[in-house]
């Protein structure tokens, strides 16, 4: 079974500071895809980003960034020009290429923006 | 423009008693989830269904029962609810492997979530 987790339960940044949030995972597998899913308070969680194992290039998505080290299976969140609305619960999440359904979560991180 | 919905945000039940959670989505995803979401253990997948009718055990089915009669619709069910099953249920939703709008990814699209306290 893969084991995703999230160091950090809580961050506090500083509005239109950076913040950076980490995830690490395990897996024996070559092949899979790596998430980060926001969840503000009392809304849906969506995604922020994904990254594809099989893609060297880190994925980017505005201020949104990750650092993905295969080798080291660490997959972090950095948000650059942190704002009121990025306030909420990160999860980083992993699925492999060969399993559809089955989507493993962290523990989640809280982000709070201080004004 | 919400696309998951489950029907009750927030529930108090008794110990025993039958609950029912509702999740409808409108974007024709044959793929439907639920999760619970319990603080520092993140999401855990309960069940899923790829299809109306089939359902499979996730990594915690103890205790629920899922029903999927239509493709809109997938129903948690805790048949004799107990107090170590307050907590919070998300659904969620997918298309499959093999469609056009299939991203690779998987992406899931969640529903806002219903709290659920057992006294």
């Known amino acids: 079974a893969q084991t995703v987790t999230q160091s950090q339960p809580e961050m506090s940044v500083q509005e239109a500071e950076t913040v950076t949030l980490s995830c690490t995972y395990d897996?024996?597998?070559?092949?899979?895809?790596l998430f980060w899913y926001k969840q503000p308070p009392s809304r849906q969680m969506i995604l922020v980003i994904r990254?594809?194992?099989?893609?060297?290039q880190n994925a980017t998505e505005n201020r949104f960034s990750v650092n993905f080290q295969k080798a080291a299976k660490s997959f972090s969140l950095k948000i650059s020009d942190s704002q009121l609305g990025d306030a909420a619960m990160y999860f980083c999440a992993y699925r492999s290429a060969d399993n559809d359904y089955k989507l493993s979560f962290g523990a989640g991180t809280t982000v709070t923006v201080r004004a | 423009d919400v696309k998951v919905t489950q029907s009750s945000r927030y529930l108090v039940k008794r110990t025993g008693e039958k609950v029912f959670l509702e999740c409808v989505q409108d974007?024709?995803?044959?793929?439907m989830f639920w999760y619970r979401q319990d603080p520092g253990l993140g999401l855990r997948l309960i069940y899923f269904?790829?299809?109306?009718?089939?359902?499979e055990k996730g990594d915690i089915p103890e205790g629920y029962s899922v029903s999927r009669e239509k493709k809109e619709r997938f129903s948690l069910i805790l048949e004799s609810a107990s107090t170590n099953q307050t907590s919070m249920y998300l659904c969620?939703?997918?298309?499959?492997?093999?469609?056009?709008?299939?991203?690779?990814?998987?992406?899931?699209?969640f529903g806002a979530g219903s709290r659920l306290t057992v006294l």
């Open positions: 897996t024996s597998e070559s092949d899979y895809y």
């Open positions: 969620a939703s997918s298309y499959p492997k093999g469609t056009v709008l299939y991203s690779g990814a998987n992406v899931l699209t």
């Open positions: 269904s790829y299809d109306v009718k089939m359902k």
């Open positions: 974007m024709d995803h044959e793929n």
């Open positions: 990254q594809e194992a099989y893609k060297q």
